[in-house]
C-alpha cells in the first residue's frame, strides 16, 4: 500500500510513483498554495455557483 506523507496543507509527497503532486486550484490556473484567503474564498464561489470569471489571485 502507498504511503502519504503530508508537508504541509497544500502540498503532498511520496506518492505511489513517486512523483510529488501540487494541488491546482479548479477555478483558476494557479497552484492552491499561492492563494491567500481572499483569492481561496473568491475561487471556491466561482467554482461552487458556475461563475466564469477573473482571478484575484496574488501569483
Do not use: K
Request: hydrophobic letters at 30%; one cysteine or more.
Amino acid at each position: 500500500m502507498p504511503t502519504v506523507q503530508s508537508t504541509d496543507a497544500t502540498e503532498t509527497i511520496a506518492t505511489e510513483t513517486g512523483a510529488a503532486e501540487t494541488p491546482r486550484c479548479a477555478a483558476c490556473p494557479h497552484p492552491l498554495a499561492s492563494h491567500d484567503r481572499i483569492a481561496l474564498r473568491f475561487c471556491t464561489a466561482t467554482t461552487s455557483e458556475n461563475h466564469s470569471r477573473g482571478c484575484v489571485c496574488g501569483a
